[in-house]
């Protein structure tokens, strides 16, 4: 009378058993394929905005210059930010995590597979939602109050590409009541709206997945102080996640809301507030930037000590300071307001818990300089973007505190030095740290390593590019040039350095070429990882490369922090690493043990539920922004259909299916295998 | 010496040399070229909104206290970057076969006090001035002469409660008296900015923020919405004005004036023709000396600038026009054929006026000193 025995299973309903091809990618619930599902669509959408960011640049490269319509360029930078903070940086960081939580835990998958699979197609129908804003959306000029109509948008006024103008165009943090539905009225902000909806859904999904993950599945001996810092920090991330994005939903919900059903909680009309959608946009604005940066922090507190060759300096200090960072970035939210009026208490004390934030961040920069010092530096790729992510996030730092100098302030916001700023956080920090990760990490997807010379050339045209292109706005910002502004007159003296600003802003451009190229063909032709070929220090790579389905052939058991370093190291009495003399050896028995499982393996099994239930909440969300029509009215009902049918499906699947992976004997050719120690210096 | 040597040498016997001769030329061209390009873009006196030349006790403060912390961060800055070159030059892998490997060493509780406590310091240092500016630079002094600014997409109007009067896109003021500027928005959210005279403050449909501007010169300074305001944001600019206080009483005395209502027959007259038959009278206010014919737009109703002294202003359309290469007349002509064209989604719409109504209506405009 066992339990699975008496379990009633549906039979009508069969689990997917597709392993190769379409099928098994929408039906996976594979954590590492999803991270890869993840990271080419956030790749995806990284070269859209960029391509936004350079028909900017283009614009403002002359003074007074008439390339895009004022409708065209206000819809591109809202579509940036908002495309490169939603669907580039932050599902990047999702990517990171989904692959290489587990990995690092030493665990086989998350915690909730088919959840996992939610949230990345929530995310994937998210995101095709928020850009079908520029085939169906439209952006219409504001009518006045008094019913004197304004001239069309989209159409009027000087420049070209204003097909482009009828997407969202309120600015990425949608200001009220610019993006209400007095003064922008048409449907594009709609989507904003609710594409940022359904995007949040997905990360608060993944969030609880990650948490539960974390808590749960570490593998024996893996205690939290013992886990690898990105795992920490994927931790503190989803912890932000989890209470910053109940904030936005509700607020983008107030904005729908008034801008669907006639509600007046942004609008001074009906006795609402402006200023309330700042706190709730900013509220969970500013930990969203610690979402953004923390994985990036993670990753390079990996890279740093491998080829340092020296454990992090102050582990435990640059663990707690990313807990501070995130337990502070709540608390700090109203300095983006600074400008608004709020009363100058408030503004002393946000400033001052601005200012705090500086210490942990310190914390942290002057511990990754310690995990340098009195290494053995190789400056492979991964190295190279480490140390510029330091150096950059480092000037970030510094003019974020400029930021807490209140009256500073007031002079900075809303120009380019916040421009340049966020940039060098984001860019400088998040995006270094992030291609660093993916040069590191690399053979773990693909069991080769990426192109050495590629990398830095690439390393060194986007270093470059993104300096000719950010430093400068510090000083336009300074002189005067006003954030959001489609146009710039000759006799502000804004122009020679906007040249060299999109000079930069095509070098970047170049230098992404350069990675692709690289990713591409390394992927085909590139050197053979071998199991370890960076030396490295934590348990992913005690696996083969590429990873295995099932990641661990088996369980892993950790007695300490970087244990993979130390199977292979010893400390002689002076406290310097020894190479142990069977080190060889065991890389060898690792990468044959990884590949031959000594017993059957049982994984979660793929579903087609989690697709099916994320293909309806789109087409609900459809169904609001055109729920005055008959078909606006059927769309949320097929929606809801297929959502709920997918749930139930969801429920009564069957639980056991045959694992994919079985057991083989041990083959004594792939005893045969090659260590290959990397030398991408 | 060289020059002659190197003159000396046949170019086509030593093709390097050739070579070496071109390049040597072709960089100091580029580099001549970078050097006189470099030149302009470190150019400064010539950037109207620059916040580095401030002209307020109120602006100088805060250009003070950006230097201060200016200078603390560029001293963190170069501690930080040049510990990473250090780092970089000194313990970067030397490839010998019997490099020893590094240390292991795990951390230091006393460093992590060290840089935890030194920057809390420092920041605790730098919150003194900064805490006290903010209390002595967000509120007005009593007594300070208000001016009402109201946010239009895309112009700031100004009102003088005392003087009663209506202004727009340029503000005037007294030289070196408290100004308290009582702002707010009649549409969206905007952002009124001066860098030459204080910091930036929203304007907020609905409710009231305060800025307190005072001019230590007199002279012309340049502004601009900062806050995105929609599609013309980037054309809603601003101008303030600070006179000698004997100009500003002129000037006051003039703007309470009422203009004069044109003579029939007259050139004028046909221009106010023109404005009372088009649909100029739905938006703008104009105060005449006869009262009857004033044509006076309630507040809260949707309004354009008051156009009674529209010619004692030197810009207009949101301070755009007249461009550097245009003179004021090619504005004004540009602007009534077609308000969209240069402000994309303005409330003046193209009237479709003929070439004989524009100028006829420039002609009245322009007597509206």
Not at chain 1, 23 to 36: A, N, P
Not at chain 2, 154 to 177: C, G, K, L, R
Request: proline share 6%; glycine share 8%; with cysteine.
């Amino acid at each position: 009378m066992t339990a699975t025995a008496e379990r009633p299973q549906a039979t009508i309903f069969k689990r997917p058993t597709a392993t190769t091809g379409i099928w098994s990618w929408l039906t996976t619930v594979d954590h590492k394929k999803i991270g890869i599902m993840y990271g080419y669509a956030a790749f995806f959408f990284f070269i859209l905005g960029g391509i936004e960011a350079l028909l900017l640049r283009i614009q403002l490269a002359q003074a007074d210059a008439e390339f895009l319509t004022a409708g065209a360029y206000n819809a591109l930078f809202t579509m940036h930010g908002t495309t490169m903070v939603f669907l580039f940086v932050m599902p990047v960081g999702a990517a990171f995590m989904n692959y290489l939580l587990p990995l690092l835990i030493g665990a086989r998958d998350v915690a909730f597979p088919r959840l996992n699979a939610l949230s990345w197609w929530i995310f994937f129908f998210g995101g095709i939602f928020l850009y079908s804003t520029f085939f169906f959306g439209t952006s219409l000029a504001p009518i006045s109050p008094e019913g004197i109509p304004g001239n069309l948008a989209a159409a009027g006024g000087p420049g070209t590409l204003h097909f482009l103008a009828d997407s969202p165009d309120g600015g990425w943090f949608g200001y009220q009541p610019n993006a209400g539905p007095l003064y922008s009225p048409g449907t594009a902000m709609d989507y904003w709206a609710l594409g940022l909806q359904i995007l949040g859904l997905a990360s608060l999904i993944s969030s609880v997945n990650f948490i539960v993950t974390v808590f749960n599945m570490r593998a024996k001996g893996m205690r939290l102080l013992r886990m690898p810092v990105f795992a920490w920090m994927s931790t503190v991330v989803a912890f932000l996640l989890l209470f910053s994005l109940p904030i936005i939903a509700v607020a983008l919900f107030m904005v729908t809301f008034d801008r669907q059903f006639g509600t007046l909680f942004f609008a001074p009309v009906g006795g609402g507030d402006p200023i309330l959608w700042q706190h709730l946009f900013w509220l969970f604005g500013h930990p969203e930037v610690y979402i953004l940066i923390l994985p990036a922090m993670g990753i390079v507190s990996e890279v740093l000590p491998v080829f340092s060759r020296k454990p992090l300096f102050g582990y435990s200090a640059v663990v707690f300071a990313g807990a501070a960072i995130a337990f502070l970035g709540f608390g700090v939210w109203a300095h983006h307001m600074f400008a608004s009026g709020i009363t100058p208490v408030a503004q002393a004390a946000f400033g001052l818990a601005t200012m705090t934030i500086a210490i942990p961040t310190g914390i942290k920069i002057f511990n990754w300089l310690g995990t340098m010092w009195g290494g053995r530096i190789r400056l492979t790729t991964p190295m190279l973007f480490a140390v510029g992510f330091v150096a950059m996030f480092t000037i970030g730092g510094l003019s974020g505190v400029t930021h807490s100098i209140v009256p500073s302030d007031w002079q900075q916001t809303d120009t380019y030095y916040i421009v340049a700023h966020f940039h060098y956080v984001l860019f400088g920090g998040a995006v270094f740290g992030l291609f660093a990760g993916l040069y590191y990490w690399f053979p773990k997807l693909t069991g080769k390593v990426m192109n050495p010379t590629l990398g830095k050339t690439h390393f060194w045209l986007q270093f470059i590019g993104f300096n000719l292109t950010f430093a400068p706005m510090h000083w336009l910002g300074l002189q005067g040039m006003v954030r959001r502004t489609w146009k710039y007159p000759a006799e502000v003296g804004l122009e020679p350095w906007n040249v060299v600003v999109t000079i930069g802003a095509f070098t970047i451009a170049a230098s992404i070429l350069v990675f692709m190229y690289n990713w591409y063909t390394s992927r085909r032709r590139g050197q053979d990882s071998g199991i370890d070929p960076w030396d490295a220090r934590t348990i992913e790579w005690t696996t083969p490369n590429p990873t295995p389905e099932y990641n661990f052939a088996t369980a892993p058991v950790v007695s300490r922090l970087d244990a993979f370093w130390h199977m292979k190291y010893d400390e002689d009495e002076e406290g310097r690493a020894v190479r142990k003399d069977d080190a060889d050896e065991i890389l060898a028995h690792l990468e044959y043990d990884g590949r031959n499982p000594s017993a059957p393996i049982h994984l979660p099994s793929p579903s087609y539920f989690p697709l099916i239930m994320a293909v309806g909440i789109p087409i609900i969300f459809y169904g609001i922004i055109y729920h005055t029509t008959m078909w606006g009215k059927a769309l949320i009902l097929i929606g809801a259909v297929i959502s709920l049918s997918a749930l139930i499906g969801w429920g009564i699947e069957p639980l056991e299916e045959e694992s994919p992976v079985e057991a083989e004997d041990a083959d004594e050719e792939d005893m045969e295998l090659e260590l290959v120690e990397v030398d991408d210096e | 010496m060289k020059l002659v040597a190197r003159s000396e040498t046949p170019y086509d016997a030593d093709p390097m040399a050739r070579f070496r001769q071109h390049l040597t030329r072709t960089t100091g061209l580029i580099g001549t070229a970078l050097l006189l390009a470099s030149c302009q873009l470190f150019e400064t006196g010539d950037q109207p909104l620059t916040t580095f030349e401030p002209q307020s006790p109120a602006a100088e403060r805060i250009d003070d206290l950006f230097w201060l912390v200016f200078w603390i961060a560029t001293v963190v800055f170069v501690l930080v970057m040049g510990a990473i070159v250090v780092i970089l030059f000194v313990f970067r892998d030397k490839k010998s076969e019997d490099a020893k490997e590094p240390k292991q060493l795990h951390g230091s509780p006393k460093l992590e006090v060290i840089w935890t406590v030194i920057p809390a310091l420092i920041l605790a240092a730098i919150a003194v001035p900064t805490v006290s500016a903010v209390f002595d630079l967000t509120e007005c002094e009593d007594g300070a002469m208000v001016v009402e600014v109201i946010g239009h997409q895309w112009w700031f109007e100004y009102h003088y409660p005392e003087e009663d009067i209506s202004t727009a896109n340029v503000m005037v003021i007294p030289v070196d008296q408290p100004v308290c500027a009582e702002m707010t928005s009649d549409d969206v959210l905007h952002n009124f900015w001066v860098p030459a005279l204080h910091g930036k403050r929203y304007l907020v449909p609905g409710q009231t923020t305060i800025l307190p501007l005072e001019a230590s010169e007199t002279g012309e300074y340049w502004g601009h919405c900062a806050e995105f305001c929609g599609l013309s944001h980037s054309l809603m600019r601003a101008r303030v004005v600070a006179m000698e206080d004997s100009e500003f009483e002129d000037w006051v005395g003039a703007q309470q004036e009422p203009t004069t209502l044109p003579a029939e027959g007259t050139p004028e007259w046909d221009g106010y023709q023109v404005f009372l038959n088009k649909a100029c009278t739905q938006c703008h206010t104009v105060r005449f000396d006869d009262e009857t014919a004033s044509i006076i737009i309630p507040d809260e109703a949707f309004n354009g600038p008051e156009l009674t002294h529209f010619a004692s202003r030197e810009v207009f359309a949101g301070a755009v026009l007249p461009g550097s290469d245009q003179t004021y007349q090619q504005a004004l002509k540009n602007w009534l054929a077609n308000p969209p064209a240069i402000k994309p989604g303005s409330y003046m719409p193209n009237l479709a006026l003929t070439e004989q109504e524009i100028n006829d209506l420039i002609v009245w405009l322009e007597s509206n000193e």
